[in-house]
C-alpha cells in the first residue's frame, strides 16, 4: 500500500530557528513535493523534486530551502523560521515523470512562535 | 494567471440526495483533471483522474464530468452518506516551459455536509 510518511504531525518552533521537515515515501517515486496550506488560500506549492539532488520552486519558495539526497527522503527547510510561516505542511510523491496522481501524507502543522 | 474557482461556501445536502460540487478554471488547457477528499488535520487523497478527453468518469457513487469547452468539471456523489462529509479539491496538471506537466495546482476546495 501507497504510503507517505511525515516526520511530526505537530511541531512548536521559536522565531529564527532553522526547522527542518522530513517526508519519506516507500513508493519508488521519482516525484516530490512540499505544499503549505492555510485557510482560505488552500494548498499552494513550495519546491517539488523530479530526481535525486533535483530541486524545482513552485509558486512560493521564499524563505524555503529542500534537500534530496535520496530518492525516497525529501526535506523542506526553513532556514530561519517566521510566524508568516505558520501552517500546515503537505508532503506529497507520485510516479509519472509529471504530475498525474500525488499521495499525500499525513501533514505537519508546525506553529512558530 | 491560471485560476481555479470551487464554491468556496459549504455545501449542505441531506442524506441520501446527490451532491454535486463545481469547478471551474480559466486561461488554462489543462491535459486532465482530478478530485480529492481531504478530512480535517489530513492529507488529501485521491479519488478520481479525468482527461481531457473524456466527458466522464465513474467510480461506485462517484461520477466526474469534464468539459474543456465551459472549462468546467462536475464531481458527482449518488446516495450520499454523512461519512462523505469532507473538504473536495480539484486539482489541475501544470503545463511546464518544455509543455510537460510541472505537478498540479490545487482549488481551494468546497466542504461537504452531508445531513442525517
Known amino acids: 500500500d501507497v504510503k507517505v510518511t511525515q516526520s511530526s504531525r505537530y511541531l512548536v518552533k521559536r522565531t529564527g530557528e532553522k526547522v527542518f521537515l522530513e517526508c519519506v515515501q516507500d513508493?519508488?517515486?521519482?516525484?516530490m513535493f512540499w505544499y503549505r496550506q492555510d485557510p482560505g488560500l488552500g494548498l499552494r506549492l513550495i519546491y517539488f523534486?523530479?530526481?535525486?539532488?533535483?530541486?524545482e520552486k513552485g509558486d512560493i519558495p521564499e524563505g524555503y530551502s529542500v534537500s534530496r539526497e535520496k530518492k525516497e527522503r525529501f526535506s523542506l527547510i526553513l532556514e530561519s523560521a517566521s510566524t508568516n510561516q505558520t501552517s500546515m505542511y503537505l508532503c506529497?510523491?507520485?510516479?509519472?515523470?509529471?504530475?498525474?496522481?500525488?499521495?499525500f501524507g499525513p501533514g505537519t502543522r508546525l506553529l512558530v512562535l | 494567471s491560471q485560476k481555479i474557482e470551487q464554491n468556496s461556501e459549504a455545501l449542505n445536502i441531506q442524506e441520501g440526495k446527490t451532491a454535486t460540487l463545481t469547478c471551474n478554471y480559466t486561461?488554462?488547457?489543462?491535459?486532465?483533471l482530478q478530485w480529492y477528499r481531504q478530512d480535517p488535520g489530513r492529507g488529501p487523497v485521491f479519488l478520481l483522474l479525468i482527461r481531457e478527453n473524456e466527458k466522464e468518469k465513474r467510480k461506485e457513487r462517484l461520477k466526474v464530468t469534464f468539459d474543456t469547452t465551459l472549462k468546467q468539471s462536475l464531481f458527482h456523489i449518488t446516495a450520499s452518506q454523512p461519512a462523505d462529509s469532507a473538504t473536495y479539491l480539484c486539482?489541475?496538471?501544470?503545463?511546464?516551459?518544455?509543455?510537460?506537466?510541472?505537478?498540479?495546482?490545487f482549488g481551494k476546495g468546497t466542504h461537504l455536509i452531508i445531513q442525517p
Open positions: 486539482a489541475l496538471d501544470i503545463r511546464g516551459p518544455g509543455g510537460g506537466a510541472d505537478g498540479l495546482t
Open positions: 523534486s523530479y530526481d535525486v539532488k533535483m530541486k
Open positions: 506529497a510523491s507520485s510516479s509519472h515523470p509529471r504530475g498525474e496522481t500525488q499521495y
Open positions: 513508493m519508488d517515486h521519482e516525484n
Open positions: 486561461n488554462y488547457s489543462p491535459a486532465y
